[in-house]
């Protein structure tokens, strides 16, 4: 396993992944929306709704909301497309003939377009710094990047399982449908501590409750001595979506050659 | 090269449940063939006959229902990974190109994904582009080319990575005349340079006068394998011997046909007046009777003489008729 991770080939598959996903992303007005119109959007509405009740104290959750559902939301989208949109443009049949690996191919681009969404941060922070004067006050540096690197792995990872999900019904989008209740329960939207006792040992089985519990340990707006439990937690249970994403994904792709469909049907 | 043994492939129609048996839908019955190194093949057959599945099954997309296929001695199924790098594949059509990004990226990419090195891959697409007359369009993006400019580009990304063998699933469809015949140069040149080349395709002129060996498929079985004259000869049809004479015909057809000893077959013989003379057409079997006409037509002054034999698309038809395809 460990000479395979030193094989020159494999990165150079998962980098021909993540540039070839960077470059259709760019190319796509859809993402281009999603990337840097919704939460730039999404950061003015809960600026002024702060700013309008006098409570600029809560602007960093305005910043850690819309940056962050704009990361979850774009990425969430580009992954769980990107199987469903290479089978739809014809491309996923090319792709699965040529050396490289399907899956290392497919990882590389759910890694580029979790890079990608990394904009939607960016923007949120922009957006807020201009329209509100806001400056984002970061406790721990370095835990603040750590989070950012730990939500990138996270989101690739999810976005893979999603992926590989979407090729088992041509009605993958139905998938979004539940991503604002992921949103509810990684606590994304309000504190975890304000949903129902019995809903709460759930929001921890989803890996994005731990990043955003890390990004906001980063940014002091939750007890930052906690960041290594956080990562440990984030670190773990993304392990067990990588498991189960990849096993999905043999599954589904065997099923797909076997019932003919890595084309279009 | 490639081995294909009693390869069936079954499929289900979407939506139906498993267990239903009974709707399934044999594309491919029990089709065998061998194509050895260095040649052109085509897979002929009407539409539904199992020919893009056959090529889906040979590019390993596709696993068979049962039976074996095996491509440099590998296994499709179980050695894929072994196949692929040495396989280039052109599905043909609107589909299988990234609309979005430019010919150029198209095939950079597609030449990175082979394993290529970048700066070898940028060199080689634009080599290809050079070739497939593109590189103007090069940095265009593809959703503004035409079907022809498609299709070039993606026989060149096939050819990124130089191959052994190169599959192409109705190169020319959709293409018009001046388009298909620089396209069957390209795959000709392809050929001179000692690739394997299978195709499909619809065009039976096309496969007589570019193919070594043609495989026909009808209703998912093999009705016909060989060359296109092998093919042509089999069929117990007839042929044509035409003559031009430069003036009317001065004997009676039935005394004509008496002199050729065709007295019992009246449909055999016909005459046709024309402007310039007099055209004659003699229906035969095997081969020609040229020397027992011109001497039958004694001293009359011949302009032309002209043989058609059965053409491969005829043989098709009749292959297809019998099998009730």
Redesign the interface.
């Known amino acids: 396993m460990f000479s395979r991770l030193m094989d020159r080939g494999v990165w150079y598959t998962l980098a021909t992944g993540f540039k070839l996903q960077l470059y259709l992303n760019i190319a796509t007005p859809n993402y281009i929306s999603a990337v840097f119109f919704q939460p730039a959007v999404m950061a003015i509405l809960t600026g002024l709704i702060f700013t309008v009740s006098g409570k600029t104290e809560h602007l960093d959750y305005a910043v850690v909301g819309a940056g962050m559902f704009g990361v979850w939301n774009s990425n969430l989208y580009a992954s769980a497309g990107i199987i469903q949109g290479e089978r739809r443009f014809g491309t996923l049949e090319f792709l699965a003939t040529t050396r490289s690996p399907l899956f290392l191919v497919i990882l590389g681009k759910t890694m580029g377009a979790a890079v990608f969404s990394l904009f939607s941060l960016v923007v949120s922070m922009a957006v807020m710094a201009v329209a509100f004067q806001y400056r984002l006050h970061v406790a721990n540096g370095w835990v603040f990047l750590l989070s950012i690197v730990v939500s990138m792995i996270t989101v690739t990872v999810v976005g893979l399982l999603l992926s590989s999900l979407s090729v088992v019904t041509r009605y993958y989008y139905r998938i979004f449908d539940f991503f604002y209740l992921v949103f509810i329960l990684s606590g994304l939207v309000f504190p975890i501590d304000l949903l129902p006792r019995c809903i709460q040992p759930l929001c921890y089985l989803l890996p994005t409750t731990w990043s955003i519990l890390l990004y906001r340990a980063g940014l002091g707006t939750v007890d930052g001595d906690r960041w290594m439990f956080y990562t440990a937690g984030s670190i773990a249970i993304t392990a067990v979506y990588l498991f189960v994403a990849f096993f999905v994904y043999r599954t589904v792709i065997h099923k797909a050659r076997v019932e003919a469909r890595l084309g279009r049907y | 090269m490639v081995e294909v043994e009693n390869l069936v492939?079954d499929?289900?129609p979407?939506g139906q449940l498993k267990a239903v048996a009974s709707r399934r839908v044999r594309a491919l019955d029990g089709v065998s063939f061998s194509v050895a190194e260095g040649t052109l093949f085509g897979i002929l057959g009407p539409n539904g006959a199992g020919k893009t599945?056959m090529i889906?099954i040979l590019?390993?997309?596709?696993?068979p229902t049962k039976g074996s296929a095996r491509i440099f001695g590998c296994d499709v199924v179980k050695e894929a990974?072994r196949i692929?790098?040495r396989?280039g594949?052109a599905?043909g059509?609107d589909?299988?190109?990234?609309?979005?990004?430019n010919g150029l990226?198209n095939l950079v990419?597609?030449g990175?994904?082979?394993?290529i090195g970048m700066k070898e891959s940028r060199a080689r697409a634009w080599e290809l582009l050079e070739q497939f007359e593109l590189e103007d369009a090069a940095k265009k993006?593809v959703d503004s080319y035409s079907r022809g400019m498609r299709q070039r580009l993606h026989v060149a990304?096939c050819l990124i990575?130089d191959p052994d063998l190169i599959f192409l699933d109705e190169p020319t469809s959709g293409l018009d005349p001046a388009a298909s015949r620089n396209l069957r140069q390209l795959i000709k040149q392809m050929k001179q340079m000692g690739k394997t080349i299978i195709l499909t395709t619809h065009n039976m002129s096309e496969a007589d006068s570019m193919c070594d060996h043609v495989a026909i498929i009808a209703k998912g079985k093999m009705a016909a394998m060989g060359t296109p004259d092998e093919i042509k000869r089999s069929l117990d049809t007839f042929c044509i011997l035409e003559v031009k004479l430069d003036n009317r015909l001065p004997l009676d057809l039935a005394l004509l046909g008496k002199r050729l000893g065709l007295s019992g077959d009246r449909a055999a013989l016909s005459c046709e007046q024309t402007e310039s003379g007099t055209v004659i057409r003699l229906r035969y079997k095997g081969a020609a009777p040229v020397r027992s006409l011109v001497k039958a037509l004694d001293n009359m002054t011949i302009l032309e003489i002209t043989t058609r034999g059965n053409t491969l698309e005829e043989a098709y038809l009749k292959l297809l008729e019998e099998r009730g395809a």
């Open positions: 492939r499929y289900l979407a599945t889906k590019t390993t997309v596709v696993t990974h692929r790098p396989i594949v599905y059509g589909l299988g190109l990234y609309w979005r990004l990226d990419f597609a990175q994904l082979q394993g993006r990304r990575h």
